[in-house]
Nanobody, 123 residues
Framework: QVRLVESGGGLVQAGNSLRLSCAASGRTFISAMGWFRQAPGKERDVVAAINWDGRSTYYADFVKGRFTISRDNAKNTVYLQMNSLKPEDTAVYYC?????????????????WGQGTQVTVSS
């Protein structure tokens, strides 16, 4: 069993930055970790994903060049640095983890989920 706890969400103005953190507990080795987001009335979409050693990453087109995913395995933590935020980035952001998949980009590839953290970007 893996427990994920996100932090770092909040209210920011457009153009500013936020860093989300997701601390994992329960297992010493976690394979893929990812960030997803869900706006009201919309599906949960992948934002970014990272493999176990951080050498492989995936970014959704709408965040390329603005967001950076990273992980610190010594702390069992994954981060999402979000720069140049836009109002359309407003959503609940979820951390996800899996013990087997190498680099997941779909919700059904992840077995474990955090509770979500709200990010609101004002114009």
């Amino acid at each position: 069993q893996v427990r994920l706890v996100e932090s770092g969400g909040g209210l920011v103005q457009a153009g500013n930055s936020l860093r989300l953190s997701c601390a994992a507990s329960g297992r010493t080795f976690i394979s893929a970790m990812g960030w997803f987001r869900q706006a009201p009335g919309k599906e949960r979409d992948v934002v970014a994903a990272i493999n176990w050693d951080g050498r492989s990453t995936y970014y959704a087109d709408f965040v390329k060049g603005r967001f950076t995913i990273s992980r610190d395995n010594a702390k069992n933590t994954v981060y999402l640095q979000m720069n140049s935020l836009k109002p359309e980035d407003t959503a609940v952001y979820y951390c996800a983890a899996d013990l087997g998949v190498r680099l997941g980009v779909r919700t059904d590839e992840y077995a474990y989920w955090g509770q979500g953290t709200q990010v609101t970007v004002s114009s």
